[in-house]
C-alpha cells in the first residue's frame, strides 16, 4: 500500500502502545489548553481580561447581568475528557493479551477517536478565545496600585539603609505600617495608603514623590519583557513560519 515502514512484529492488530502515545500527544494539548482556560477564568473574574462576548449571547440563565467565560470553562471541560482517555489506551496496551480481545478493538474504536473529536474542539475553542480576548489595563493598573507598594517594601528600605538608617528598626517600622494600610484595604475597602505612612514616617526620610518614583510597575516585572520577546522570536516565530502555507481559518462557536 506504499506505507515507508511497518511493524517489526505484528499478529492480528498492532502494539497499542502506539495508541498511547498518540493520545499522550493530545492529552499534552488538552493539559496545556487548560491551564490556558484556568488563567483566563481566574483573570476574568478580577475583571483583568474577558473572553470574547458575543452582542446578545447570554451570560448566565439566572443572573442576566453575568458575562461568565462560557468558552474558556467549555476548553477545561473537553480538556478533562481528554487527559482522562487518554488512560483508556495505557490500559488496553498494558492489558492486551496474546493477541487481540474485544475489549481491546472495541475499546480502542471509541477512545481513540472521540480524543481527536474532543482536542479539535478545544483548538476552535482556544483560537477563538485567543482571537478576541479583550484586555482592560486600567483595572491591572488598579490592581498594581494595591499591591505593588508591598511588593516595594524592600527596595524602600534598602534605600534608606543606603541613607545610615538601622535596617532592623526600618523593618518592625514597615511591619507596623503594612499591617495598617492592609487594614484599611480588608477591612474598610479603602485604597493602600502605606507609600503615605511610609512618607509621613522620618525614620525613612523619604518624600511622597520620591516613593512614587520607586514603584514605578516596570522596575518590578524583571526578564518578563525580554523572556516574552525572546520566546515569540525563537519559539512561536518558527513555528507560525513552518505552517504559513496553512489558509487562516477563524472558527464558528456558538454560545
Known amino acids: 500500500m506504499g506505507y515507508a515502514s511497518c511493524f517489526a512484529v505484528s499478529g492480528q492488530t498492532y502494539s497499542r502502545k502506539l495508541d498511547s502515545q498518540i493520545l499522550a500527544v493530545l492529552s499534552g494539548i488538552a493539559q496545556s489548553a487548560a491551564k490556558f482556560s484556568n488563567d483566563i ?3 476574568q473574574n478580577l475583571k483583568e481580561v474577558e473572553e470574547p462576548f458575543e452582542k446578545n449571547q447570554i451570560g448566565s440563565s439566572a443572573m442576566a447581568y453575568k458575562r461568565n467565560p462560557m468558552r474558556s470553562e467549555r476548553i477545561a471541560s473537553l480538556a478533562r475528557y481528554v487527559i482522562i482517555d487518554s488512560l483508556n489506551p495505557c490500559i488496553t496496551e498494558a492489558t492486551q493479551w496474546f493477541e487481540r480481545t474485544l475489549d481491546d ?4 474504536r471509541i477512545s481513540v477517536p472521540e480524543a481527536f473529536l474532543a482536542v479539535d474542539g478545544i483548538l476552535n475553542l482556544y483560537a477563538n478565545v485567543g482571537d478576541g480576548l479583550v484586555v482592560y489595563p486600567k483595572v491591572v493598573e488598579q490592581h498594581l496600585r494595591r499591591e505593588l507598594p508591598f511588593m516595594a517594601t524592600e527596595n524602600i528600605m534598602m534605600d534608606a539603609v ?4 538601622d535596617r532592623q528598626q ?15 484595604v480588608k477591612e474598610e475597602g479603602g485604597e493602600n495608603d502605606l507609600l503615605s505612612r511610609i512618607a509621613a514616617d522620618p525614620i525613612f526620610g523619604v518624600t511622597l514623590e520620591q516613593l512614587h518614583a520607586i514603584v514605578k510597575p516596570e522596575k518590578y516585572v524583571g526578564r518578563a519583557p525580554q523572556q516574552t520577546k525572546d520566546f515569540i522570536e525563537e519559539v512561536v516565530g518558527p513555528v507560525l513560519e513552518k505552517y504559513s502555507f496553512v489558509p487562516e481559518e ?3 462557536i456558538n454560545v
Do not use: Q, Y
Not at 105 to 108: E, G, L, P, T
Not at 172 to 177: A, D, K, L, N, S
Open 105 to 108: 478493538s472495541a475499546n480502542k
Open 162 to 165: 543606603k541613607r545610615g538608617a
Open 41 to 43: 477564568r481566574l483573570l
Open 250 to 252: 477563524k472558527a464558528e
Open 170 to 184: 526600618l523593618h518592625e517600622r514597615i511591619r507596623v505600617h503594612s499591617m495598617a494600610a492592609a487594614k484599611v
